[in-house]
């Protein structure tokens, strides 16, 4: 983050974010920052797909207090393009092989379940 900047500084590792959590730091918030540097990176190359800002940072509003024994709790997350998430895409790099996924991988649901907040599906080589 840079020097001059108005915005408290967020943590990016488990530990940090779940010190600051503790101490009362809005998960929305990280939620906004990250959705902001996404924006600021302006690299179309990155992410295939993002889930809705606005329907991330209800997943982050529904998590209620801290909860240390959910190891992800609070935790953004993104998965590569191969690994289904409900109602994204999953392209595995090639438009061609595109399908919207109806349900999540295990992996997914996993995290979700520990508390991670998902951001989007990254990209990768094809195949």
Known sequence: MRRNDPKPDIPIDIGGLHTAYARGLDPALVVDRVFEAIAAADDPGIFIALVDHRSARKAAQK???????????GIPFAVKDNIDVAGLQTTAACPAFAYTAKVSATVVER??????LLIG???????
Not at 121 to 127: A, E, M, S
């Open 121 to 127: 599906k990254t990209n990768l080589d094809q195949f």
């Open 63 to 73: 998590l209620g207090r801290f909860d240390p024994a959910r190891p992800l709790w």
């Open 111 to 116: 995290a979700l379940a520990a508390g991670a």
